[in-house]
């Protein structure tokens, strides 16, 4: 697979502090509450995966809690209950990191490893954090599909790839063919918000996961790609 600045990929550590204001975020929300993993969130799932999942950033009480992304939290009800209906995950529910769910052909991951202060980190933190989403892409099996939730997430991927966010816009259910055989799939994000006020609907992401079954089971042959309801 081709990838672009390999000098900048990173090895993974939960130890990272590289980012102050989120490693002190984080140290506080550990300190605040005793139990929770409070560090920085592994990628969850199947080495050289053909769909990898990239988010935002961990939960405050969802991943920063359980130290597995989107479990335990709103955003990963709507996530994990639809990976299971088209057949990328064993149950349909995650709730902590031992419950035994497991990923079938799928990884997910986020741009940023720490909780950020509201649930928004900054640019700085984010291009920080890019070299180790660059080692996840590294990792892919083969023809693989990169489904971004949310613009932030489509922004990291497109950096890690050292491609121009000008030439890839984002856009729900948009997908774009990228360097390496890569195809890139858009969402907007599973959060609460973005489902409470039905600006994405559970119509629409299970849209872009049948998109994405097609894709992967007919392995991308050459042929053109069908079409995703929006």
């Known amino acids: 697979?081709?990838?672009?600045?390999?000098?900048?990929?990173?090895?993974?550590?939960?130890g990272c502090r590289r980012c102050p204001r989120l490693a002190d975020f984080v140290?506080?929300?550990?300190?605040?509450?005793?139990?929770?993993?409070?560090?920085?969130?592994?990628?969850?799932?199947?080495?050289?995966?053909?769909?990898?999942?990239?988010?935002?950033?961990?939960?405050?009480?969802?991943?920063?809690?359980?130290?597995?992304p989107f479990t335990g939290d709103h955003a990963g009800l709507l996530l994990y209950r639809t990976l299971?209906?088209?057949?990328?995950?064993?149950?349909?529910?995650?709730?902590?990191?031992?419950?035994?769910?497991?990923?079938?052909?799928?990884?997910?991951?986020?741009?940023?490893?720490?909780?950020?202060?509201?649930?928004?980190?900054?640019?700085?933190e984010v291009k920080i954090c890019n070299g180790y989403l660059q080692q996840e892409l590294a990792g892919l099996g083969r023809s693989?599909?990169?489904?971004?939730?949310?613009?932030?997430?489509?922004?990291?991927?497109?950096r890690a790839l050292a491609q121009r966010p000008a030439d890839y816009k984002f856009g729900h259910g948009a997908r774009h063919m990228l360097p390496g055989e890569l195809l890139l799939v858009d969402s907007y994000h599973c959060s609460r918000y973005n489902t409470q006020t039905r600006r994405l609907t559970e119509e629409m992401f299970a849209a872009v996961f049948q998109s994405i079954r097609e894709l992967l089971d007919a392995d991308r042959p050459g042929g053109p790609l069908p079409e995703v309801s929006q």
Do not use: W
Request: hydrophobic share 40%.
């Open 27 to 68: 140290r506080a929300a550990g300190q605040k509450y005793p139990g929770y993993y409070a560090k920085p969130v592994p990628s969850f799932g199947v080495e050289q995966a053909r769909l990898l999942i990239v988010g935002l950033a961990p939960g405050l009480h969802g991943a920063n809690r359980t130290g597995r």
């Open 1 to 14: 697979m081709l990838m672009a600045n390999l000098n900048a990929v990173q090895t993974f550590s939960p």
């Open 144 to 158: 693989p599909v990169i489904l971004a939730l949310g613009s932030v997430a489509h922004g990291a991927v497109l």
């Open 84 to 124: 299971h209906q088209f057949g990328f995950a064993t149950a349909a529910e995650s709730v902590s990191a031992d419950d035994g769910l497991e990923l079938v052909d799928c990884r997910i991951t986020n741009a940023v490893r720490c909780v950020p202060p509201q649930n928004k980190p900054n640019t700085q």
